[in-house]
């Protein structure tokens, strides 16, 4: 998974980098058309583009998978969703479902509190390992590392005989 992870990273950051000069190039040509058509009107829309913009790369890209992980949050909080939130959202190596909780269960947080704080982690050093890294291989880390992590959650519970179902990465 993480060869594959970090694979797609490589061509997901080349691409990126290619749409970003035609991006540049193709702007320098729009600046003058922007003087002849009239602008879009809303306040808020500007307000969320004004701070989207605020927002480091490490931000925004940490925001998609803070976003990610509260959807997944609020499925939890749906009656009808649990069993499907047990069998796929959670590892357990007793389950059926053995390798989709692996990553899967990256986003599940059951308590708020648990959420709030790996989130705010998350953010807190999102810039510097994003300008770091570049938010490809950011992405094919964090999702490394929560298969990793389960994987050795595995590990632990066969060596230890407690087959539980757990959260998180």
């Known amino acids: 998974f993480t060869g594959c992870a970090f694979g797609s990273a490589a061509i997901w950051q080349y691409e990126a980098l290619k749409a970003r000069v035609q991006g540049y190039l193709e702007g320098a040509r729009a600046d003058w058309m922007d003087k002849i058509r009239p602008q879009k009107r809303g306040d808020l829309r500007k307000q969320v583009n004004r701070w989207w ?66 989130m705010y982690v998350l953010w807190s050093f999102s810039t510097s390992i994003v300008s770091l890294l570049g938010c490809e291989q950011f992405i094919a880390m964090y999702l490394s590392a929560g298969v990793i992590s389960t994987f050795v959650s595995y590990v632990a519970k066969m060596a230890t005989g407690r087959f539980e179902p757990s959260l998180g990465a």
Not at 67 to 84: E, G, K
Not at 86 to 91: D, K, R
């Open 53 to 118: 913009s605020s927002l480091t790369e490490g931000q925004r890209t940490v925001t998609g998978i803070i976003a990610a992980n509260a959807f997944v949050f609020c499925l939890w909080r749906l009656p009808a969703m649990r069993r499907i939130m047990f069998t796929y959202f959670t590892s357990d190596p007793s389950s059926r479902a053995l390798c989709s909780p692996m990553l899967l269960s990256t986003f599940s947080h059951f308590s708020l509190f648990h959420m709030a704080a790996n």
